[in-house]
């Protein structure tokens, strides 16, 4: 291989593994009793330079952590993490292996007991962000590392992630709910206890909105046991992704939702059960749809010098959520410059709610009386909602002043006039010729 090739290949390993971030600053979250909970400073090491671990001696050693990912979950979750987003937020707490509690997810755990390839300290760690979710459960070695650097040394044994935290979906259409998990038995005595290929586990998707929840799926693939029916059309993609031995193994537990309606916004927590251990991430899904404006009349309004131009209305429909929506009326090109607030008397309609969930209202504005000088201006209706950009959208008509484009209501009423006139004296030349004519052939008959 040429000496160019080889350093191209060594930039991009570096570049690679230097992606994201190396550290993620936590706090340990434990019960103090009496309702009361307390908070001390934590660090997760997911990655570090050649050397030692940097010595961090603001932490307890217990909880300065360099975490061993043998499936790779963690790494890749934060190897693409923007450098300019911000910092994730990290909880840690204890955990305690404990089979699942739901009825149907009882098949993961035939024993009568915890089996003590899980025995030791057990940590989970909840990492939450715009770009990523996840909770990973970390068994501990028994003692720190002694110096230069304390540290203790944590295996990631379960990863649940999600990639899309805070989906934004639209009226009326397919949400994909992303979900991915990895898992590595903690010790090869459990590895070599087990059959070979991945374990059995269970699938939960449940909704929470408004202070209410009720299951939506859960799948347990492999066991036959009898399973809640699915709930509102959902599916799930409930399956391991790969069959080593041995492990690390990933899964994916994708679940789709169908057309989707306001009341099935909220928060949507996902649980991926194995044998006594458990691991979760939240979603929390939001419905939108931006509103249609548009502004009667138009694409013109007319007004005399001195009066008030007619009520306008402005349309915005279908829309939703209902909060966060505000109508601005503005005056473009007006006496004191390209835009300014316009005058006037102004007030919203109720909502009117509509079959699929969204809603529809009407801002009206009565304008002042205009001069001359507004000649040519234009009304603008603009509205700001969350599911627009910052400039909102809007609507505008025309003002034409009276007098000042085409005819004015005098010169039509003149115009009107004249015409009157006119016809008048076209049909008294039309009996004038009609009677000469007459007097004409009656006058030759005579003669004859």
């Not at 996840?134 to 990631?156: G, K, M, V």
Request: some cysteine; glycine content about 8%; hydrophobic content about 40%.
């Amino acid at each position: 291989m040429e000496p160019l090739s080889l350093l191209a290949v060594a930039l991009a390993l570096v570049t690679a593994v230097s992606a994201g971030p190396g550290v993620i600053e936590c706090w340990m979250v434990e019960d103090a009793g009496g309702g009361r909970l307390t908070k001390k400073p934590a660090a997760l090491l997911l990655r570090q330079g050649p050397g030692t671990p940097p010595p961090r001696p603001d932490l307890e050693p217990e909880l300065y952590l360099k975490v061993h990912d043998p499936a790779g979950a963690l790494q890749a979750a934060f190897r693409r993490y923007p450098s300019d987003a911000p910092a994730p937020r990290c909880e840690l707490s204890r955990y305690v292996p404990l089979p699942a509690a739901a009825k149907w997810a009882r098949g993961l755990t035939p024993e009568q007991s915890c089996p003590r390839s899980l025995d030791g300290t057990w940590l989970m760690v909840s990492i939450s962000s715009p770009i990523v979710s996840l909770s990973s459960l970390l068994r501990l070695q028994s003692e720190p590392q002694p110096e230069p650097a304390l540290i203790t040394l944590a295996t990631a044994v379960l990863t649940v992630l999600t990639h899309t935290p805070t989906p934004r979906i639209q009226l009326g259409q397919d949400a994909v709910l992303d979900l991915n998990f990895a898992y590595m038995p903690p010790t090869s005595e459990a590895t070599t206890s087990l059959a070979r290929g991945p374990p059995p586990f269970g699938l939960e998707w449940r909704r929470q909105h408004l202070g209410k929840g009720h299951l939506l799926l859960a799948a347990t693939p492999g066991l036959g046991e009898q399973m809640p029916a699915a709930q509102e059309g959902t599916v799930a993609f409930a399956t391991w992704d790969d069959d080593e031995p041995w492990g690390p193994w990933t899964g994916n537990g994708t679940l789709w939702l169908p057309a989707v309606q306001p009341f099935q916004e909220g928060a949507y927590l996902a649980t991926v059960h194995l044998p006594y251990l458990q691991g979760q991430v939240t979603l929390e899904l939001a419905v939108q749809k931006p509103p249609k404006v548009s502004l009667m009349p138009a694409p013109l309004v007319w007004a005399a010098p001195g009066e008030a131009p007619p009520e306008l209305l402005c349309h915005i429909s279908h829309f939703y959520p209902s909060e966060g929506l505000e109508v601005e009326w503005e005056l473009r090109g007006g006496p004191e410059g390209s835009f300014q607030k316009a005058e006037g008397q102004r007030w919203l309609s109720a909502l009117r709610h509509h079959s699929d969930g969204s809603v529809s209202l009407s801002a009206h504005l009565q304008p002042i009386p205009v001069t001359a000088k507004h000649h040519g201006a234009r009304y603008a209706c603009r509205v700001h909602h969350p599911t627009l950009p910052a400039l909102g959208r809007s609507a505008e008509v025309t003002l034409e002043v009276a007098g000042l484009s085409g005819p004015s209501l005098e010169d039509g009423v003149g115009l009107f006039l004249s015409a009157f006139l006119l016809l008048g004296l076209i049909k008294a030349l039309g009996w004038a010729a009609a009677y000469k004519s007459t007097w004409k052939e009656s006058k030759e008959k005579k003669a004859q």
